[in-house]
């Protein structure tokens, strides 16, 4: 126990910490609002009652909606395709090895640069976005997946035979535990990805969302709308991801 | 070459040449995509022209710039982080979070800070490159073996010697995916910051034909585009592949 506590710090000096490292982003922010003025940003208090403001208007959760119908629909599209494709390619080793190279050479893309295919291809809308949050977000999933599978330890499979599980005991005491927490790493950073791209996707060619939100704010000198939906997305992105990733860490933890 | 390589490239072969029967016989309908040949030809008469010239010098070295902060400063961020457990923790559900903000959105705040000129693109390069570098890092540093460490006490090596001829060695590995992970995003962030923001560039030049519904230049853009990625990618692994041969050997 007082090993645990030297290691991570009581919980007292946590919330000290954290509350710090708020205190350095706000004083860099105020710092960077006094430098550059209110044609790029917002001060931090400016930003809070815009914030304020936001939260009120219909408007704004309208843009949200659709931002968030996009995000759930891709997500959860990248997640089955993305695991589904990654078990098929771990368990066929030789479509895998095929495969991995052509799949990490299409996550190095730029793949906003393709994006006009995609519009050309879906049309303006909805379906766009969701298309372009399934690119971004699906590969990570499948490489993960599929290293997942790849190091299953075959002593795991050999043991399993000798105990003659049944396929479904097999399945459901020896790989899924082994492949879960790994999988569950590529579904958080594939969830990540899918929001930058249904998010870019709505920047570039799109009359609803959050994205288009900022892009009309920086192409109409609306400063603060701008800086105040940017903040409240990196507030989202990053508690989601917090909360992803403790669940990661408890996952890889169990094993 | 071997089997799972001819396999790879039948299928990328193949599939060209799907793209090319179905953009002929206009399956695909030609304002929504060019056959593969006529892009290839588009941008091999637009390279011989030199119209490229400009856009390719701007966007490479602000790519090279942007590699370069990634990589040096991404590497020292990476050895602080890792030197200070309670910034550790801080720092790593931001890091987790850190690629789900779409980065471009600064960009006028970039703008007002460095000026209208390549920095504030080579910046956004170096924000998606840096994180990816930090990380890396991070990681390879955690898996230096505990026991390699307790070699180096016991030869008595200084801070230096210890750094340079234990932990680097042992976490190359891992340094080399930083190294490979921030080309490609500051390859990404570049290019998608021209594409979106700025007035010149690779990326602004496939916009700027999008908007003026030129096709052929677009397609034969996004195909150099492509090419490079995979040609950059399959470089840096065919050099990986080398240094995990070289470690192997005894």
Redesign the interface.
């Given at each position: 126990m007082n090993g645990t506590a030297t290691?991570?710090?009581s919980g007292f000096?946590?919330a000290l910490?954290?509350v710090l490292?708020l205190a350095v982003i706000l004083a860099a922010w105020q710092g960077?609002y006094a430098?550059?003025?209110e044609?790029?940003?917002t001060s931090p208090l400016g930003t809070l009652a815009e914030i304020e403001q936001l939260l009120r208007s219909p408007v704004f959760w309208g843009n949200v909606g659709a931002t968030a119908t996009a995000l759930a629909v891709s997500a959860a599209i990248s997640a089955l395709a993305g695991v589904a494709a990654g078990l098929a390619l771990g368990f066929h080793r030789?479509a895998g090895?095929?495969a991995e190279?052509?799949l990490?050479?299409l996550?190095?893309?730029?793949?906003?640069?393709?994006?006009?295919?995609v519009l050309?291809?879906f049309g303006l809308g909805v379906s766009a976005k969701i298309a372009f949050g399934v690119m971004h977000g699906v590969i990570p999933v499948v490489l993960f997946t599929m290293s997942a599978v790849r190091n299953i330890e075959p002593v795991h499979l050999k043991t399993a035979r000798m105990l003659k599980l049944t396929a479904f005991q097999t399945a459901s005491t020896i790989l899924a535990p082994a492949v879960v927490p790994e999988i569950f790493t590529g579904l958080?950073?594939g969830?990540?990805?899918t929001?930058?791209g249904v998010?870019?996707g709505e920047?570039?060619a799109s009359q609803r969302g959050l994205?288009f939100m900022?892009m009309n704010g920086?192409n109409t000198h609306d400063?603060p709308t701008?800086t105040a939906v940017?903040v409240l997305?990196?507030i989202f992105?990053?508690i989601?991801?917090?909360l992803?990733?403790t669940l990661d860490r408890k996952l890889h933890r169990r094993g | 070459m071997s089997k799972a390589g001819l396999v790879r490239a039948g299928l990328v072969l193949g599939f060209l040449l799907l793209l090319e029967l179905l953009t002929r016989t206009g399956v695909i309908n030609g304002l929504v995509m060019i056959p593969p040949s006529a892009m290839a030809a588009a941008l091999w008469t637009l390279l011989l022209s030199g119209a490229l010239d400009a856009a390719m010098a701007q966007s490479f070295s602000n790519i090279a710039l942007a590699f370069l902060l990634s990589v040096v400063l991404g590497f020292a961020g990476g050895l602080l982080v890792h030197a200070l457990p309670r910034l550790r923790r801080l720092v790593d559900p931001l890091l987790a979070s850190y690629y789900a903000v779409p980065f471009f959105v600064f960009y006028p705040l970039l703008v007002a800070i460095f000026g209208l000129n390549r920095w504030p693109l080579v910046a956004i390069g170096f924000a998606f490159g840096s994180a990816a570098m930090v990380i890396a890092t991070l990681n390879g540093l955690d898996r230096v073996p505990r026991v390699l460490r307790k070699v180096a006490q016991v030869h008595r090596l200084g801070r230096a010697a210890e750094i340079f001829l234990v932990i680097l060695p042992a976490a190359t590995p891992h340094l080399f995916t930083g190294l490979k992970l921030a080309l490609a995003y500051s390859f990404i962030g570049v290019l998608a910051g021209e594409f979106i923001l700025s007035g010149g560039g690779l990326g602004f030049s496939i916009a700027y034909a999008y908007d003026g519904f030129d096709n052929r230049t677009m397609y034969a853009l996004m195909l150099f585009v492509v090419a490079l990625a995979i040609l950059l990618n399959a470089t840096l692994h065919v050099w990986e592949q080398h240094l995990i041969l070289r470690r192997r050997r005894p």
């Open positions: 290691r991570d710090g000096q946590r910490d954290a490292l960077l430098s550059v003025g044609v790029a940003i030789f090895v095929v190279p052509i990490a050479a996550y190095t893309l730029p793949k906003v640069t393709l994006y006009p295919v050309l291809v958080r950073v969830f990540a990805l929001l930058l998010l870019i920047m570039f994205g900022i920086m400063v701008m940017v997305l990196i992105a990053v989601v991801s917090s992803l990733l | -």
